[in-house]
């Protein structure tokens, strides 16, 4: 029988993998025994994303072989009722029954295991493998509408309605002009700017896919269709364009430009992905932030792609 086997090492994010191929039980083992462990402990956190070697069978039932305390080791099984157990061993050929057990039909056997009392939703992230494909989905523009102009959207409903109220309410004594003149200045301050920026990013993360990982030494991006391969090695500086104060009615919007060696540019919107979550995938390289009044992004800020 062969299972879906798959590896992880220190730098890898919660559900990224690789080496992911069906594997029989002897060939699990014999990888197991070919990896680095004890390179991996060095600064190691130890958790459920840690240098290990996971195993899953059809029916959505993992096994993952991870390093420990005091140079031990620590298998978890995670069942399909979102179930966690694990057990500790001294050397990983300790585990090597269970695992070859795994690989049999059978139901596995966690009478020696210690089942673990955590939110299960939250486990399974780390034992499933994650889309690091980033665009521009409708979910995803609803979600940074909320998050970057949602207070003001709403305000502007309410000033709206008060100002058509007093319209309907007319009388002699009452200045309606006076009122159709407000209406700008709540445009101004209702999220009109937003929507402005907005706009810009939109334009420059539309039919564009960003596919990028911590642990991967190469990313993607460009065109949906037909993305360019770039080399983290080859990036030389990485800044962050953003406006002052928390406060700031446009704090939401940010960009990252990242520059290579050979002069050429990306911009990628907090549109298309969170610029700290962009950072934290190129941790190898110390971000400047520069801040300014307007944080759009100009046809000359990207080099390489309009």
């Known amino acids: 029988m062969q299972l879906l086997v798959k590896i992880q090492y220190p730098n890898f994010e919660t559900g990224e993998y690789t080496g992911?191929?069906?594997?029989?039980?002897?060939?699990?083992?014999?990888?197991?025994?070919?990896?680095?462990?004890?390179?991996?402990?060095?600064?190691?956190?130890?958790?459920?994303?840690?240098?290990?070697?996971?195993?899953?069978?059809?029916?959505?039932?993992?096994?993952?072989?991870?390093?420990?305390?005091?140079?031990?080791?620590?298998?978890?099984?995670?069942?399909?009722?979102?179930?966690?157990?694990?057990?500790?061993?001294?050397?990983?050929?300790?585990?090597?029954?269970?695992i070859r057990s795994f690989f049999d039909d059978h139901p596995f056997d966690t009478a020696d295991f210690t089942l673990q009392h955590s939110w299960p939703n939250k486990n399974l992230s780390h034992f499933v493998d994650r889309d690091f494909h980033y665009r521009v989905s409708d979910k995803r523009i609803l979600r940074f509408l909320l998050g970057s102009s949602g207070i003001f959207f709403a305000a502007t409903i309410v000033m709206l309605g008060f100002v058509i109220w007093e319209l309907f309410a007319w009388s002699p004594g009452k200045h309606p002009l006076a009122l159709l003149l407000v209406i700008p200045y709540i445009g101004l301050l209702g999220g009109v700017p937003n929507l402005i920026l907005f706009a810009n990013y939109y334009r420059h993360s539309k039919r564009k896919v960003l596919i990028i990982s911590k642990g991967d030494d190469f990313f993607y991006y460009g065109p949906q269709e037909s993305p360019e391969r770039f080399d983290k090695k080859e990036i030389t500086l990485v800044t962050e364009y953003k406006s002052r104060g928390s406060r700031n009615p446009i704090a939401y919007f940010a960009w990252v430009e990242i520059q290579f060696k050979d002069d050429r540019r990306l911009a990628?919107?907090?549109?298309?992905?969170?610029?700290?979550?962009?950072?934290?995938?190129?941790?190898?390289?110390?971000?400047?932030?520069?801040?300014?009044?307007?944080?759009?992004?100009?046809?000359?800020?990207?080099?390489?792609?309009g």
């Open 20 to 98: 992911e191929k069906e594997r029989t039980a002897q060939e699990t083992i014999q990888l197991i025994a070919d990896f680095p462990w004890e390179k991996q402990r060095d600064h190691l956190r130890v958790g459920l994303t840690s240098p290990s070697v996971t195993i899953q069978d059809a029916q959505g039932n993992f096994l993952k072989l991870a390093l420990y305390y005091n140079g031990k080791f620590i298998l978890y099984f995670f069942n399909l009722q979102h179930q966690l157990f694990s057990k500790t061993f001294s050397q990983y050929a300790e585990a090597t029954p269970l």
């Open 268 to 305: 990628i919107p907090n549109l298309l992905i969170d610029e700290n979550e962009l950072k934290g995938k190129i941790p190898d390289i110390e971000v400047q932030t520069t801040y300014v009044r307007w944080p759009s992004i100009s046809p000359g800020d990207e080099a390489l792609f």
